[in-house]
């Protein structure tokens, strides 16, 4: 199980077209907002949302403390928005990561690779004090999800992917069940591919219902649904979102617990010679201490007191 070195449990999208959501974007506790230039900014907008996300930008003196990353939904790379996009933004302050949509194949992160190096240059040099501009990619089409292993390998700074089922569902003729049965196959791909080029993240798809007790229910089913299938992070729409998706992607307290009772007895069974053992009637060997060891460093990454569970035990 691989413990993700970045943190993107939630991955807020704020219309760049708003000055009144990008100012509420910084009052906010979220590990990732993502400012939109692409499908929440009609053409006419673009223009003034680019350049009021790049004095935005900065206008800031530091990324506040809150908000984990900062980074920008450019246009796709096939429209004629996003090598203005790019060289409008790449060189910003505070911008930690790209997300680029609709990518189809591995040329599109070569062109976004490219067209980075040339107007932010800086940005992706080889010393080691800058922090290089990261690149996550969107998985919209059947195309994308075939083409899973030349993307990943596409760019050195590709840092995640994300499933976009409103356009995966377009694509294949998809009818969109609340089981989400019939974005099985392409969710799995996206998990399973992140995981094989060792990308820190796979972000689930965006629940689009966001008001009230139901919305919230609906969230949580879905946050847990794609943590079982191996997702970090899901796309939130809405601030409401990003505190449920938050905790829901992190360990609970009661499994935290568990893996820390594992790893408190790991130590013992080890010293014992013991390789196999068992802990509350259940075995216990190599890949059961390997997950406790991930959920620990996780907890811990999300701000949970280890210390504190180890002494009870
Ligand atoms: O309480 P305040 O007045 O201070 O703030 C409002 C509102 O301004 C703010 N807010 C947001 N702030 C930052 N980012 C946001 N995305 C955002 N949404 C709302 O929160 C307070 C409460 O807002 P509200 O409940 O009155 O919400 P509205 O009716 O104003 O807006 C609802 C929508 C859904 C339109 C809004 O949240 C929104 O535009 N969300 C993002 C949509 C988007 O980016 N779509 C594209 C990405 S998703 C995708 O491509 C796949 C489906």
């Known amino acids: 199980m691989a ?3 970045v943190l993107r449990r939630a991955l807020l999208y704020v219309p760049a077209s708003s000055q009144k959501f990008m100012t509420k974007s910084l009052s906010l506790a979220s590990d990732n907002i993502t400012y939109d230039l692409e499908d929440s900014v009609t053409p006419a907008n673009k223009q003034t949302a680019r350049t009021q996300l790049r004095d935005h930008l900065s206008s800031l003196s530091n990324k506040p403390a809150s908000i ?71 998985i919209e089409s ?3 999800v075939m083409d899973l292993r030349s993307i990943c390998a596409a760019s050195p700074y590709l840092s995640g992917l994300i499933f976009a089922a409103e356009d995966f569902a377009l694509d294949l003729s998809i009818t969109r069940t609340p089981g989400l049965a019939e974005f099985l196959y392409a969710r799995s791909a996206i998990v399973t591919a992140a995981r094989a080029f060792d990308l820190p993240s796979s972000i689930d798809l965006v629940c689009t219902s966001y008001k009230g007790p139901e919305g919230v229910k609906q969230l949580e089913e879905e946050c847990q649904n794609g943590k079982e299938m191996g997702f970090n992070g899901k796309q939130c729409i809405h601030p409401s979102q990003v505190e449920v998706t938050q905790r829901m992607f992190a360990p609970a307290a009661a499994e935290v617990e568990w893996y820390v009772r594992v790893l408190v007895a790991d130590d013992k069974a080890s010293a014992a010679g013991r390789g196999a ?24 990454k999300c701000g949970m007191d280890i210390e504190n569970i180890k002494a009870k035990w």
């Open 142 to 144: 059947a195309r994308a």
């Open 68 to 138: 984990g990353e900062l980074a920008v939904r450019i246009n796709a790379v096939s429209t004629p928005y996003a090598l203005d996009d790019l060289t409008t933004l790449a060189s910003a302050p505070n911008l930690d990561a790209i997300v680029i949509p609709k990518v189809n194949s591995a040329s599109d992160l070569s062109f976004v690779t490219d067209v980075i190096r040339h107007a932010a240059p800086q940005r992706h040099s080889s010393d080691p004090t800058t922090s290089p501009l990261k690149l996550i990619a969107l």
């Open 277 to 300: 053992w068992t802990l509350d009637g259940k075995m216990i060997d190599a890949p059961v201490v390997g997950k406790a060891r991930a959920v620990v460093a996780k907890a811990a």
């Open 3 to 5: 413990t993700s070195s």
